[in-house]
């Protein structure tokens, strides 16, 4: 690494508190909307949340918030007000007489209205998507998780966590495992591509480049698949005042020519002309934009009514970590799943085991070509680093310079702490045949970054989550939810919190 939005603000709040007024109604109207019993063949999907934030302190604990898709205020006490759609047209048609359709499209939007010490509308999701065969372009906002992790139960994936609000994009991708015939369905792909707009408050103009690709070897029947893959981002392009020191930027403008786009974005090309009237020597010399990655290492392997997944991703920023110059960074992950019908009291139907360790950063040696202290999701040209509206893109186990309690220590760059050693568990089950039970435990130690140190030995952080999901009423599938969450030691405020909310899933097919 190189170092060196809200809808709305406070004087907006008057009219914040009308606009939530009238999705508090839309609340509590909508539901008997979708309750026809005609069965039609689209999927369309209601979803409506309501419900509040409380803490001990002025921050919200952090397993309530942390990869919540940005949803989550980090400032306490909070209500929120949630509404969403889904529509997706028929794949396929109850009249057999039809053939499978081969293209077929997909909305989707959910809006989020936080009031409290900060009132803001969010709007996490809005996206359509259109699919032809094997092919998916979508375009808009949609949530997603970019790895091989446990989704529900991990820690987070390493590069793309659904810990921030989702970046507006369009990407073409082919979004499941696609058989290779002539490898005898033995090898299968898949992958994307994606240019997303990174405006932020600090810099406009900004974009976002990504890219996937993985493979699979087993066939899609099989019991053991082996998976690899790569997942590549890079922040680039913008322009700021900040920038116009004459040694970050030409002008206060960081390149968007295409050349530059093609070979220094997409390609991670470092340019054969060190200076020009484009970019300055800080990007001739460390490659143009701000490159974050990590590649993905998986077995998973099906028995009777079990899943095992091992997993490990290994983060990079420039040619040392993509050539592991920075062993052994990276996360570490082992998960069961099972499932089995039973009358016991309680059933568990899954638990992770995850790993992070992220102190190395390829370490300076002596002779080395590698220039090393990669200072993970920092940057000079990008202030705040690899995070959007505030909250990091990847692991939210690096704490932004907001996050972080006051006596914590901070220097200029937005993550104060990138070198830690992460131990974290994460259960799920089901109580009494109905009620789903989820525990997170994490604890975590504190190191620093490249470029400030922290008290000796380390600074230790434990944070701690206990979720209850249990069905209230039988009319719209009406489920009551109760989070605790407790937070203890050096790094983020003693905070024990809850959540209490009402949500409802409404579907007519």
């Known amino acids: 690494m190189k170092r060196n939005s809200c809808l709305f603000s406070k004087k907006h709040r008057a009219a914040n508190k009308g606009q939530v007024f009238y999705l508090l109604s839309f609340f509590f109207v909508a539901l008997p909307l979708f309750q026809s019993s005609a069965q039609t063949i689209p999927e369309f999907e209601t979803s409506s949340e309501i419900g509040g934030f409380v803490s001990s302190s002025d921050r919200v604990p952090f397993w309530l918030r942390a990869n919540q898709g940005g949803r989550v205020p980090l400032a306490a006490s909070a209500g929120t007000i949630r509404l969403g759609f889904h529509y997706q047209s028929p794949r396929t048609f109850a009249d057999t007489s039809h053939k499978k359709a081969r293209l077929n499209w997909e909305f989707g939007a959910e809006g989020v209205a936080n009031v409290g010490t900060k009132s803001k509308l969010l709007l996490p999701e809005f996206y359509a998507k259109l699919r032809w065969k094997r092919w998916e372009l979508m ?39 696609v058989p290779l015939g002539f490898l005898g369905n033995f090898v299968s792909i898949k992958g994307s591509y994606v240019h997303g707009w990174f405006n932020e408050p600090y810099i406009k103009h900004a974009y976002i480049h990504q890219k996937t690709l993985y493979g699979r070897f087993g066939k899609p029947e099989g019991k053991v698949h082996v998976q690899l893959g790569m997942v590549h981002h890079v922040q680039w392009g913008g322009e700021a005042e900040y920038l116009k020191d004459g040694q970050l930027s030409v002008d206060g403008k960081l390149t968007t020519n295409l050349k530059d786009y093609i070979l220094g974005v997409v390609l991670a090309q470092i340019p054969s002309d060190k200076t020009n009237d484009r970019f300055t020597n800080f990007d001739g010399v460390n490659r143009i934009g701000n490159h974050v990655g990590h590649y993905d290492f998986a077995v998973d392997w099906n028995i009777k009514n079990l899943n095992f997944l091992a997993y490990r991703q290994h983060p990079f920023e420039d040619a040392s970590g993509l050539q592991f110059q920075n062993l052994p960074d990276g996360l570490y992950g082992l998960s069961l799943r099972r499932n089995v019908a039973s009358t016991s009291f309680f059933i568990w139907k899954g638990i992770a ?49 907001l996050e972080v309690k006051e006596s914590f220590p901070t220097n200029k760059y937005f993550f104060p702490s990138n070198k830690i050693v992460l131990y974290h568990v994460g259960i799920e089950g089901l109580l009494a045949q109905t009620i789903r039970v989820q525990a997170k435990f994490s604890q975590s130690y504190h190191y620093g970054s490249v470029s400030l140190s922290l008290p000796l030995p380390h600074v230790a952080q434990f944070s701690s989550l206990l979720a209850f999901d249990a069905p209230l009423l039988l009319w719209g599938n009406t489920r009551l939810k109760v989070q605790l969450a407790y937070d ?3 790094v983020l405020a003693e905070s024990l919190g809850g959540y209490v909310g009402i949500k409802s899933n409404l579907q007519k097919k």
Not at 358 to 372: A, C, E, L
């Open 353 to 401: 085991l995850e790993y992070l360790y992220t102190r190395n950063q390829t370490i300076v040696k002596p002779g080395s070509r590698f220039q090393g202290g990669d200072d993970y999701f920092n940057h000079a040209q990008y202030i705040e680093g690899w995070s959007y509206q505030e909250k990091s893109l990847g692991t939210p186990f690096f704490p932004t310079r």
């Open 139 to 177: 375009a808009g906002r949609e949530q997603q998780i970019l790895g091989i992790v446990d989704t529900t139960l991990s820690s987070g994936s390493y590069s793309w966590s659904g810990n921030a609000l989702p970046i507006p994009m369009v990407k073409l991708s082919l979004a499941e495992y």
């Open 488 to 490: 203890t030691g050096g």
